[in-house]
């Protein structure tokens, strides 16, 4: 049998955006709506134009510049003047799509709306009929539908299908639902629905407040449903929405199961996570599925041997497949002497025979003291082993001295680093004292990184906590990550970037 497409709606800048704190400017809309595009979505929804004259520009600069590739969507309340408000920002788009949503639960009509449920259809199949004067496609959502009487949300369907909706959207709102009898409800409306109109396509939204957003929108896809909403890294109203990599992953993962793939460029996911993240200000969880920090490490010794032997004993996915960095071996007092081994041969470094287990012993009284290792440690610890050697051509960088000065009118840093015999000193200002150390460090180096995430974690508490810092760069179009820990969280900062560099060394002149 034929794969259907899955169309994929991306509202990670509308209901994304409604995240406490996470508003946008116009240029921060205009980079994520890009890189959205990037990953190929179908349908991108970017606002509420009738909540602001800020919204209604960001939709219409956004339908200018992106909306000749993809499908531009405004939502707005079933009344003339949000519609023509919609229709306004996205008419320059070169597929513009009306979204119009009234809420079909009992609760939601008798309680927010005060209207009797037959007036409600009236509304809402009135408000279908404006918005198909001004274009082809309208979008109408059943607010709270997960909590509809099924009767009653048929009727709305066949009145607003029949005044010329193309697409009928079942959001689980208040993230109520469990997958079975959502999946259930699905079954019974694309049953009817595709008896109505085959044309009209069949959408889900689901909200995650008891952490099954992608269960409930899985389960949806299996039943029928021909379009899921979702957002980069499930952000959304309260506990998020549907997160896109996991619904997209699930998916291709299970193409067969769900007989449907999407269209998705899955190698864009990760960059666009991070992209997303850093502009909103809204960290992702280590522990998030797809594109969380620990996604694609492994820590235990046991998991490490195993992957070592063959990868696929532990890894259902490529990190490549979605843009991420390799697997990582993180190295713990619990990794064993497999993975030690691995990490140094690496870096370019050979233990002769005799020694492995004694410096191994080493190596196992600095992850005790410092919890992560990281190939800064083992360049370190290295430098004073005299049964290690270099076996590689390659030189990597290595810091030897650093300082900054955070003045309220220049910060500025300074770095001695490195490279072999190579010793460099650059010094450099900023905007802040990371920026200032990072121009110094990329002065060095001498090629173009651009840094795409910079994140730094407590490891412990009190005084003499230990700082982790996490970044993210850009080289060649390719992502490289790099991590250190240490007390202070300037050195750290130095490390992790230094650690990043390295990775593109040992990439590029492979
Ligand atoms: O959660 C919801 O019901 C919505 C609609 C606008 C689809 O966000
Ligand atoms: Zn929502």
Redesign the pocket.
Same mark, same amino acid.
């Given at each position: 049998m034929m794969k259907r497409k899955i169309y994929v709606f991306d *509202?990670t800048l509308r &209901?994304g955006e409604q995240v406490p704190g996470a508003k946008l400017n116009l240029e921060e809309k205009l980079e994520v709506a890009a890189q959205i595009a990037k990953m190929k979505v179908d349908m991108m929804e970017v606002g509420f134009p009738s909540s602001s004259q800020g919204d209604f520009e960001a939709v219409r600069a956004i339908s200018r510049k992106i909306g000749q590739d993809v499908c531009i969507a405004g939502?707005g309340r079933a009344v003339e003047s949000d519609i023509d408000t919609i229709y306004e920002s996205i008419r320059d788009a070169q597929d513009p799509l009306i979204?119009i949503?009234l809420g079909s639960s009992k609760v939601h009509v008798s309680k927010k709306l005060q209207k009797t449920p037959e007036q409600i259809i009236d509304i809402g199949a009135s408000s279908v009929r404006y918005a198909k004067r001004y274009l082809p496609n309208v979008q109408y959502?059943l @607010? &709270?539908a997960s909590r509809s009487e099924f009767e009653y949300m048929w009727k709305t369907i066949e009145a607003v299908v029949k005044a010329g909706a193309t697409i009928i959207?079942i959001?689980d *709102?208040v993230g109520y639902a469990v997958p079975e009898k959502f999946g259930q409800l699905i079954y019974r409306i694309n049953d009817r629905l595709k008896n109505l109109d085959p044309n009209v396509l069949l959408s889900v =939204?689901c =909200?995650n407040d008891t952490g099954l957003a992608t269960a409930n929108t899985l389960a949806a896809v299996r039943n029928g449903a021909d379009k899921v @909403?979702c957002t980069v890294n499930g952000i959304g @109203?309260r506990a998020g929405n549907t997160s896109l990599e996991e619904v997209v992953m699930g998916i291709r993962l299970h193409e067969d199961y769900y007989n449907g793939y999407t269209q998705i460029d899955t190698k864009k996911i990760y960059e666009t996570s991070r992209i997303v993240s850093a502009t909103m200000g809204l960290d992702i969880q280590v522990n998030k599925a797809i594109t969380g920090e620990n996604a694609f490490a492994h820590s235990s010794g046991i998991h490490q041997d195993g992957l070592l032997k063959s990868k696929d004993v532990y890894e259902i996915m490529d990190p490549e497949t979605v843009g991420a960095p390799p697997m990582e071996l993180v190295l713990t007092a619990r990794s064993g002497k497999h993975a030690f081994l691995h990490v140094t041969e690496k870096l370019g470094f050979e233990i002769e025979q005799e020694h492995t287990t004694e410096v191994f012993e080493r190596f196992l009284a600095l992850a005790d003291r410092k919890k992560e290792v990281y190939d800064n440690d083992i360049l370190a610890l290295f430098k004073d082993c005299p049964n290690v050697r270099s076996v590689f051509d390659k030189e990597l960088w290595q810091l030897e001295e650093y300082q900054m000065t955070a003045t309220s009118t220049l910060p500025t840093a300074s770095v001695k680093l490195t490279k072999g015999d190579r010793e460099l000193v650059k010094s450099s200002g900023g905007a802040g004292v990371i920026d200032a150390l990072y121009s110094a460090i990329m002065d060095a180096v001498g090629y173009p990184i651009e840094l795409i995430e910079y994140r730094i974690n407590n490891l412990s508490r009190g005084k003499g906590s230990l700082g982790k810092v996490t970044v993210q760069i850009k080289y060649n179009d390719k992502l490289y990550q790099g991590k250190a820990i240490e007390q202070d969280v300037m050195e750290a900062s130095a490390l992790a970037f230094i650690n990043a560099v390295n990775k593109t060394v040992l990439d590029v002149e492979k």
């Open positions: *509202t &209901d939502l979204h949503v959502s @607010e &709270d959207n959001p *709102t =939204h =909200h @909403e @109203e």
